[in-house]
């Protein structure tokens, strides 16, 4: 079962291992009632020597931090400081694989919309086993996605590269609403009618053997993206970031979906439409099982993403 203290057994809270029923929220928490926890999503792997190590560790806390200065939220941890208790956390709960929830919060204390100055964070570190997010079968045979009736804001609109909680309120009503519309997941367009992403995913399409990916400008720059345009470039394909649009989809060659959750899923429909023949293309294929090799060790070039526990 995933999330309980049935597989996970401590919390990482200001520098402390919290039992799993022990590390709670107040009601009266800021964070809680508008929307400003920051948090960041981390996967550790097996790898071949049969340790947990995790992906790309020092990126996702630099990225936390950069979520934090948004909020302007202090804490005495740092980058190194994080790196350290994630894997003191993975090894005390003995995973050999799991997702990393990093999430900060203020004091329960401040009342009303008005942060004060250099607000104190308390930073914790959960973890989980997490298996395929779109389910074993939607990763190897692809996913039904539909185009949301919501739309991606403007950068005018949000802070798009913080990864705060009050942001996830759109993602959530786009998941819903793409479940109950009998997709598997959503693609959310920007105000000017551009593909922007998934809910929580990245998203890349191939034509004629070109990765196309919306720039990250109001888009996550997600961490995974990075590392599939790298893996893409070193395996010869040509990536270019760009305006994409939804009637590009209907006919594009290849479409998946990145993410440190979703990984890469191939994705097969889109709004009902088949993607190439309805399997998941070759080049999908190819860098599927190069990002898998990349988080699981087995590729040298790639050591260098991965911390182990
Ligand atoms: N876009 C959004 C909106 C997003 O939330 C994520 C991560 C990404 C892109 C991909 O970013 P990266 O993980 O750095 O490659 N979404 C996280 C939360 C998913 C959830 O259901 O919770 C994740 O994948 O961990």
Redesign the pocket.
């Known amino acids: 079962m995933a999330g309980t203290a049935a597989d996970s057994q401590y919390v990482w809270v200001n520098g402390k291992h919290l039992r799993y029923t022990e590390a709670n929220v107040h009601v009266l928490s800021h964070s809680l009632h508008y929307g400003c926890a920051v948090?960041?999503?981390?996967?550790a792997y097996q790898t071949p020597e049969g340790n947990a190590a995790a992906f790309?560790l020092r990126?996702?806390f630099e990225?936390f931090f950069n979520s934090l200065k948004v909020l302007d939220y202090h804490t005495p941890f740092g980058v190194e400081d994080l790196i350290e208790a994630t894997r003191s956390l993975i090894r005390a709960n003995n995973f050999k694989q799991c997702?990393v929830?990093p999430i900060a919060l203020i004091d329960d204390a401040v009342r009303g919309l008005e942060l004060p100055k250099e607000p104190k964070a308390s930073i914790c570190i959960a973890a989980w086993y997490w298996g395929k997010?779109m389910g074993d079968e939607g990763q190897q045979k692809g996913i039904r996605v539909g185009v949301s009736s919501l739309r991606w804001p403007s950068a005018s609109t949000t802070m798009p590269w913080a990864?705060v909680s009050g942001?996830?309120l759109l993602?959530v009503l786009a998941?819903r609403e793409a479940i109950l519309n009998g997709y598997d997941e959503a693609i959310l367009l920007d105000p000017e009618g551009y593909v922007a992403?998934?809910?929580?995913?990245?998203i890349f399409m191939v034509k004629n053997k070109i990765l196309l990916t919306p720039p990250a400008t109001h888009?996550?720059?997600?961490?995974?993206?990075?590392?599939i345009i790298r893996i893409a470039r070193d395996l010869g394909y040509s990536v270019r970031e760009e305006n994409i649009i939804r009637n590009e989809l209907y006919v594009a060659d290849e479409i998946f979906f990145?993410?440190?959750?979703?990984e890469v899923t191939p994705i097969r429909e889109v709004d009902h439409y088949t993607i190439g023949n309805g399997q998941p293309g070759p080049i999908t294929c190819a860098l599927l099982s190069r990002y898998f090799e990349a988080v699981r060790g087995e590729r040298p070039e790639y050591l260098e993403w991965l911390t182990e526990v």
């Open positions: 948090f960041e999503g981390i996967r790309r990126e996702h990225r997702y929830r997010y990864k942001n996830y993602s998941r992403e998934g809910p929580g995913e990245n888009v996550m720059p997600g961490i995974t993206r990075d590392s990145t993410g440190t959750a979703v």
